[in-house]
């Protein structure tokens, strides 16, 4: 398995993979940092230490690559002031910018042993189809070379929602989502029910996980509910003290 290339588009600082994503189906690449060097090609590993790069997916193309990268540019410091996106799915790269429909994911890069070490900054949701995956804040983030350098996410750290609930990521431990695919008709009001299905889902996730913490941490054991008085309480009088 040959390992991808990024190879700079025209004379701009934007790069195109030059395998691992279908043509006909969409186009991936990759925007450098403010501080990286351009060259004519770059590999995985050199992206992966690179703080400020963001990963592009798009449904197709750019025609006009340079407007393309001129809207871009002023769109990520919306996105984040902090430039923590980190990878970008956009699904109509060739509409006016306004109306871009994306998804993204943040991350935070920290020095590991043998370069950067990125987590997910916050919950990130991704449309595939009708159902969409949850990636949640604080799950690893590793580049797999077994994997063709494929980005993958530990399996405890990725959900999915279909149309019956939230089930866990089972059987796998690697994602490679190097495809994007937008309806044809979007359905906005049944997307934003299922990214607030995700989030409630995951909010009480973490409020388990929290009180079990603090139950652990005070020693605390909770016998019976509180406020919970049983008749026989209620009719007990205190008895008379001399």
């Known amino acids: 398995m040959s390992t991808p290339i990024y ?25 450098p940092g403010p501080d990286a060097q351009i060259t004519a090609a770059i590999y995985p590993a050199a992206t992966w230490n690179d703080p400020g790069g963001v ?5 197709e193309a750019p025609a006009d690559f340079s407007a393309f990268l001129g809207n871009l540019n002023l769109l990520l410091p919306k996105l984040s002031p902090t430039g923590e996106v ?7 790269p060739n509409r006016d910018s306004a109306y871009w429909q994306w998804d993204m994911l943040k991350a935070q890069a920290a020095q590991g042993v043998e370069g950067l070490d990125w987590t997910v900054a916050r919950q990130a949701l991704f ?18 070379e077994d994997f063709n350098c494929a980005i993958a996410f530990a399996v405890d750290q990725v959900s999915f929602l279909g149309p019956n609930g939230v089930y866990p990521a089972q059987g796998y431990s690697v994602y490679r989502l190097s495809k994007v ?4 008709t979007p359905d906005t009001a049944r997307r934003q ?27 605390v054991q909770i016998l019976k509910p509180a406020g919970v008085v049983s008749t026989e309480e209620k009719d007990q009088k205190p008895s008379d003290t001399k």
């Open 181 to 184: 695919a937008q309806p044809a």
């Open 193 to 219: 029910t299922e990214q607030q299905q995700v989030t409630s889902t995951l909010g009480q996730q973490e409020m388990v996980a929290y009180l079990d913490f603090l139950k652990h941490k005070a020693k």
């Open 55 to 59: 990963y592009l997916f798009l449904k």
């Open 127 to 144: 449309n595939i189809g009708n159902y969409t995956v949850a990636i949640q804040p604080g799950a690893a983030m590793t580049l797999d």
């Open 7 to 31: 190879r700079q588009v025209q004379d701009l600082r934007l790069y195109s993979l030059d395998s691992g994503c279908p043509k006909q189906e969409c186009w991936a690449g990759y925007l």
């Open 86 to 92: 980190r990878i970008l799915w956009i699904y109509n």
